[in-house]
């Protein structure tokens, strides 16, 4: 019978063989989740010889993952902003970059307002997962979060997440096309929103992860990515509190588009943040 070291050297190579990027790496979580073993766990049994029973418990992950289903679907969860978090079809899985956005809303917050004290009402555009609206109530325990999305199996799976993590009392969970559910001149003091981006084109050249998986409407909005930007950005100014912040994630070459938008819509300090591979990735805007 093979060593566990020899599976995940196998595993590796197959996985490779079939697309799937940082192959040892997905190697090692199938296997260790199949096998209940932490990563370093699976170092120190290196030369364990695996029965045909673990052997069972790897080999239908494995083939999940060569036909490229996400790994975090297969495992069930991920570690994102501090939180690990349900992730199934329901919604996007949450990318770095959006944990990016989460830790430049809570610095820039700090930043502009010169306060420790969390803003009082939040709003998350397209929760998905939930992944920034629990991450901020983490972050901002007295703050009062609005969470919104207009898919019923994205908002139950980020209301199964609030529960999980123990924040079900701190983030309000409201169905919405945008801010269209939101009662009349509610405001807020920090919006941010990872909203659809991408265009018809890249959705299909995209990996069979994000192509396959991920649901569409989450994905794909018209006018080459930038119509629920627009959207959000001429809704967002009578949305804000006086100084509040407003903080997208957007396509790399949405920005010299929503910049112009951004002086069109009265909002103030329209800046462009690269993410950290240097590509413009976030619009931050100001009442």
Known sequence: MPTLLEIIQKTTDFLASKGVESARLN???????????????????FERVLAESDLEKIRPLVK????????QHILGTVEWGGLTLKIDRRALVPRPETEELFELVVKRRA????????????LDLGTGSGALAL???????????????????????????ATFLGLSTRVTFIKSDWFSAL?????FDVIVSNPPYLSEAEVASAEPEVR???????LVAPDEGLADLRSI??????RLAPGGLL??????????VLLEEVSATGLAGGESVPDLSKRDRFILAWR
């Not at 930043?111 to 939040?122: K, L, N």
């Not at 396959?212 to 989450?218: F, H, I």
């Open 111 to 122: 930043a502009i307002t010169s306060e420790t004290s969390a803003p009082p009402r939040v």
């Open 233 to 238: 950005l001429r809704a967002a100014a009578s």
């Open 183 to 187: 009662p009349d001149g509610e405001t």
């Open 247 to 256: 903080a997208l994630e957007t396509g790399i070459a949405h920005h010299c």
């Open 135 to 161: 991450a901020l109530a983490q972050a901002w325990p007295d703050s009062r979060v609005t969470a919104v999305d207009a898919s019923d199996h994205a908002l139950a799976l980020a209301a199964e997440n």
């Open 64 to 71: 999940r993952r060569a036909q490229r289903e996400p790994l």
């Open 212 to 218: 396959v998986y991920d649901p569409r409407e989450a």
């Open 27 to 45: 190697a090692e979580q199938l296997v260790g989740h199949a096998l209940a073993l932490k990563r370093m766990q699976l170092y120190l049994q």
